[in-house]
């Protein structure tokens, strides 16, 4: 008997995807800190020193929050993926692309249009169920 099901390199691949999301992302805030004028080691622009600092502040804010989630998602990608390939890879995927779409939406400038693709709390939750279903098989307590 295998450790993990063939599948699981689905779930791999979209871990790996959100990583180069997530690198992007970052360099979007690097050309973001050159553009809107806004140096290290500063976290966030302070207004009434920089015009442009609701623009920067957005795109910093919208990688952080990425960044923030990630550890929650690696983790319910990869425990969950071992009972459940093709359901975690599929949500996963679905994560991380609504997980563009927010950072995309939130990086105009206006922190309301991060909100236009409002599914990406249901994915994650939809991932913690599997896991806890997943984490109740180990045990043998059967849900369905």
């Known amino acids: 008997m295998e450790f993990l099901a063939k599948e699981y390199g689905y779930v791999a691949l979209v871990v790996v995807a959100y990583c180069f999301l997530s690198i992007w992302m970052g360099i979007q805030v690097g050309m973001a800190r050159k553009k809107y004028k806004v140096y290290y080691p500063t976290l966030y622009a302070l207004e009434s020193e920089n015009k442009d600092a609701k623009l920067f502040n957005c795109v910093q804010r919208g990688h952080q929050n990425s960044l923030e989630m ?17 359901i975690s890879a599929a949500l996963g995927l679905f994560y991380t692309v609504t997980r563009y779409f927010y950072f995309t939406g939130y990086s105009t400038g206006d922190p309301q249009k991060r909100l236009t693709i409002g599914y990406i709390s249901s994915s994650l939750l939809f991932l913690l169920f599997v896991r806890v279903n997943c984490s109740l098989n180990f045990i043998n307590f059967k849900m369905f």
């Open 70 to 86: 990630m550890p929650m998602f690696f983790v319910l990608m990869i425990l969950g993926g071992m009972a459940h390939p093709c």
